[in-house]
């Protein structure tokens, strides 16, 4: 099995600017050209094929690992120069945890105290930031290269142990409930007609073409 886990951070949506992408329900992340600019560079970018993404949700009850994805198909979405995008698919069974039901990255206030993620707490712990979610954001926001394999495994394991014990009513149903205290203004089949529309885009927008990524060497 790979253990190469990338981890992503995912920010808390507005009111003036919803967030759409992760397609949970599609086993989609990065049509929209969300972290194009760091993880999910077109040019930079090192996820290939049988990576895994462990998603990050930050809000009111502090950050949370909503999901560690099956291993990813990565598919270049070429030949639109600014426009270029880097998405990656997955086993879309496997759903997300309802953000207040998903396991705790940190289960105190403290760095260095955690239950199912000690390794993740200790390296927060040597992080010169004021506050929990700075030491997030400097550790990992802008992070494009893959979880150390301590901590990746750490975070499948414990990942694995929550889904484990979960109840079905604990994992999400519709887009919104992998968010912390937030409606979606987009039904599901909204959702479907957006995703659907994006690919078209990337298809189609200047004469581009879209590559499967093979494994890297």
């Known amino acids: 099995m790979n253990d190469r886990v990338f981890i992503v951070m995912l920010r808390r949506p507005r009111t003036d600017d919803p967030r759409t992408d992760p397609f949970w329900e599609f086993g989609s992340f990065g049509?929209?050209?969300?972290?194009?600019?760091?993880?999910?560079h077109p040019k930079n970018c090192k996820i290939r094929n049988g990576d895994r993404l462990a998603f990050v949700?930050?809000?009111?009850?502090?950050?949370?690992?909503?999901?560690?994805?099956?291993?990813?198909k990565?598919?270049?979405?070429?030949g639109h120069g600014s426009q270029d995008r880097v998405e990656l698919r997955w086993d879309s069974g496997r759903k997300p945890f309802r953000y207040e039901c998903a396991p705790a990255l940190l289960q105190t206030?403290?760095?260095g105290r955690s239950g199912l993620f000690p390794l993740i707490a200790e390296s927060l712990a040597r992080t010169n930031r004021p506050t929990i979610d700075a030491m997030l954001a400097s550790r990992f926001r802008a992070r494009t290269s893959p979880l150390e394999p301590e901590i990746a495994r750490e975070l499948q394991s414990g990942f694995d142990a929550a889904v484990k014990r979960?109840?079905?009513?604990?994992?999400?149903?519709?887009y919104y409930e992998a968010l912390p205290k937030c409606d979606s203004p987009f039904s599901a089949s909204e959702r479907r007609r957006d995703y659907q529309r994006r690919l078209r885009e990337l298809k189609?927008?200047?004469?581009?073409?879209t590559r499967k990524k093979g494994c890297c060497k």
Request: glycine fraction near 14%; include cysteine.
């Open 166 to 174: 979960a109840k079905e009513s604990e994992f999400i149903v519709h």
């Open 74 to 78: 990565r598919i270049d979405h070429v």
């Open 204 to 209: 189609h927008l200047r004469g581009g073409a």
């Open 109 to 111: 206030p403290a760095p």
């Open 57 to 72: 949700q930050g809000g009111h009850l502090g950050a949370r690992l909503l999901l560690v994805t099956p291993p990813v």
């Open 31 to 40: 049509c929209t050209g969300c972290h194009g600019k760091n993880l999910l």
